[in-house]
């Protein structure tokens, strides 16, 4: 149906449209209106995907090098969890 | 017991909380009194009327009486009064008229709440209770996850209103650090169902070992180890994180209060001020934020945006605004001198949990931002993914998911399932659409593999197929790999199972 409607909007193809005039009831015209948004909305929904030719084919080893960064920064995060002298002398009493 | 109704005004607010004890000219130079005719007035909650309320019994405040102030040479009374405040006008006429009519919401649907005036010469603000403000001026929300359901009685009317009680710190029995605990108990005492001790009482569990300077009563504050130690007294533990990474990069800071706060856990924060001097107050919401992040290795969280964390600061007043500065600094509602805010660092963060609750923050954080490289990594997304990380309650979520527009599956798919009481969420969000959700068992350890469920809202196919290709290919690291997000063969297969 939809490959009909392109058809008939952007080549002016008019075979599509008696094609599609034959095609159509009033069911299916309810129809196409309400998917119209959707269909809409799927398109710009997926605006944020990449291309499946520009995902990366990353290997694992790199992969792994990349998570040990990351690992390593968390680590360090962790690591600051620190009490000292200080901590203990400071109230909270302003 | 008796009760004066007034119209709203500044002067009459004055009138309403004087103690006889402070002068008027002293009262409204008052920090407290200035906030609460902002808070009140046009720009604020806009209140209408005022209803005192004399005398008045304050449970907290009669404990510590007897703790403390019975036995004072200085005759101080018992009773308080109670000042409450409504959205619209009435006299005493139309209030009695209200009163008596049983099925009459007039008073409650205008109910604003109430400020309890203590009998002291100096702390005079007892137990408050007022409503929050919810939209902003720009219409943005603001979001008080920390506030419970009250019922207040007044004259054998219950009257309903959701806050979190606040009061000013007493400089004798309770210094800023109790009087912020007795606030986060409020709210943890009905989510866990644990004891609530008045201010008094929390100081003297406290305890006092002799590590620093001061006495219990009358009490400087709190330290730590004692701020720790009251928290463990009820039953909770406290999740108590110090770091320097606090002063050089807010960031994490925000993550971790935000992700507490969903779940409505009041967090308590430890400020240090340039002179050395600390305080606590307590985190009870935060403001909507916009979300603007440019793609980058590093892992987004929507937290990240937060601009402005609300609290009970008992040197201000309740909800108190606590922004941030450019170079990490926690700006205070407190003036300097000539009147600039004060700003201050965060030193520590303390955040009072059920026992059963042994996941922490990071553990979840790690193996979100490991999941984050590999599709930062592999460029599975051309715009940033915004990762929404918190602890919620397992019936709170499953409510979301059903109060939501997402379709049947996938609300059928979470509530029919069984979840630990509280589980922790790692969200991946873009330009506001809900790809999915990682679900962690919160009662788990965290060397195990506490990823139980997987919820995809996004069905489109051809983002199936991305996540699909993405998972098998890197299913080694996704299961159980040094550096990977282990989450286990079992659930890997879940996952796989979901996405074809």
Known sequence: MYLYCFMVIFAGNKEAFSILKARIKCYDLIQFIITIPIFMSNIHSTNFLTAKNQINRVSEADLLKALEEVKTNNDNFRKSFKSDNEAMSIKAGR | ?500
């Open chain 2, 1 to 500: 017991m008796s009760y004066e109704i007034f119209e709203y005004t500044d002067d009459n607010l004055k009138i309403a909380l004087d103690n006889q004890r402070i002068p008027l000219n002293v009262l409204e130079k008052r920090k407290h009194f200035k906030y609460f005719q902002n808070y009140l007035g046009p720009d604020g909650i806009v209140a209408k009327t005022i209803l005192v309320e004399e005398p008045y019994i304050s449970k907290a405040y009669l404990i510590d009486y007897s703790n403390y102030y019975s036995i004072c040479f200085q005759d101080y009374k018992r009773d308080c009064k109670r000042v409450h405040f409504f959205g619209k006008s009435f006299d005493d006429i139309k209030f009695e008229k209200e009163l008596y009519d049983s099925k009459s919401n007039f008073l409650n649907d205008c109910y604003l709440g109430y400020i309890v005036v203590k009998p002291l010469p100096d702390s005079i603000i007892g137990p408050t209770l007022l409503k929050t403000y919810e939209v902003r001026n720009d219409g943005m929300e603001r979001f008080y996850p920390s506030c419970r359901e009250y019922k207040v009685n007044l004259f054998g009317k219950v009257l309903k209103l959701k806050s979190l009680v606040y009061q000013e710190q007493d400089t004798v029995v309770a210094a800023c650090a109790s009087v912020a605990i007795w606030s986060a108990f409020h709210k943890t005492s009905k989510l866990f169902d644990t004891n609530l001790p008045s201010p008094s009482e929390i100081t003297k569990r406290a305890g006092n070992l002799f590590l620093n300077y001061g006495r219990t009563f009358p009490n400087p504050g709190l330290d730590i180890t004692q701020i720790c130690k009251a928290i463990e007294s009820t039953g909770l533990v406290s999740e108590y994180i110090i770091s320097d990474y606090f002063q050089s990069n807010v960031k994490s800071a925000k993550r971790l209060i935000y992700a507490y706060n969903r779940a409505g856990l009041p967090t308590l924060l430890f400020l240090k001020f340039a002179d050395g001097l600390g305080h606590l107050i307590t985190i009870n919401g935060y403001s909507d934020f916009t979300v603007e992040n440019e793609k980058s290795e590093e892992i987004s969280l929507l937290a990240d945006n937060i601009e402005k964390f609300y609290a009970h600061d008992d040197q201000v007043g309740p909800f108190a605004k606590m922004s941030f500065t450019g170079n990490d600094d926690i700006q205070t509602p407190w003036p300097d001198s000539n009147g600039n805010a004060i700003n201050a660092k965060i030193y520590a963060v303390i955040i009072p949990v059920y026992p059963k609750i042994r996941i922490k923050f990071q553990d979840v954080f790690d193996k979100v931002s490991l999941i984050d490289q590999i599709f930062f990594k592999s460029n599975l997304f051309k715009l940033e993914i915004e990762w929404d990380v918190f602890l919620i309650e397992s019936n709170d979520y499953k409510r979301t998911i059903s109060e939501s527009e997402n379709n049947t599956s996938v609300k059928k798919a979470v509530v029919m399932k069984t979840y630990p009481k509280f589980i922790w969420i790692g969200r991946a969000i873009i330009e506001n659409q809900n790809l999915f959700d990682f679900i962690y068992d919160s009662t788990d350890i965290a060397s195990g593999y506490f990823c139980i469920d997987f919820v995809l809202y996004y069905k489109q196919q051809k983002f199936k197929e991305n996540l699909l290709e993405n998972f098998v290919r890197y299913k080694s690291i996704y299961v159980d790999h040094l550096g990977g997000p282990k989450l286990g063969e079992d659930f890997y297969n879940k996952v796989i199972q979901e996405l074809q």
